[in-house]
Structures are given as C-alpha cells and as structure tokens.
C-alpha cells in the first residue's frame, strides 16, 4: 500500500501560488480534503493540484 504524503497549507500555497486563503475557503467548500492533527492542517499534494482544470483551447476544446 502507498503512502500517503502531506503537506502544510503554507506548503501547498508555495508549490502551487494559490494563497493559503484560497485553498483554506476549498477546503471550507469541500473541494479539498484536509486533515487534522491539533493544531495542524495537513493536504494531500495530490488532491491539490487536482483543483486544477485544463483551460480549453481551439485545439483542445475539452
């Protein structure tokens, strides 16, 4: 069985240039799934870069 990975908000924010804001308000709307120890906020770095959609182009018009 894989392992799970987790990173911090601030973490997640710094990889991906979306704010910790940001990603704490989809996380408040459901669309990311985070974790919780204490105090701490966990993400998994898949489910964060999952919030990302292709932008449809004339070539690829998904």
């Given at each position: 069985?894989a392992?799970?990975?987790?990173?911090?908000?601030?973490?997640?924010?710094?990889?991906?240039?979306?704010?910790?804001?940001?990603?704490?308000?989809?996380?408040?709307?459901?669309e990311?799934v985070?974790?919780?120890?204490?105090?701490?906020i966990?993400?998994e770095?898949r489910?964060?870069?999952a919030?990302?959609?292709?932008?449809?182009?004339?070539?690829?018009p998904?």
């Amino acid at each position: 069985m894989a392992e799970r990975q987790y990173e911090s908000l601030a973490q997640a924010a710094e990889r991906t240039s979306i704010s910790v804001k940001t990603l704490r308000r989809r996380i408040i709307d459901g669309e990311l799934v985070a974790y919780r120890s204490g105090r701490l906020i966990r993400v998994e770095p898949r489910a964060v870069d999952a919030l990302f959609r292709q932008v449809p182009t004339k070539d690829n018009p998904r």
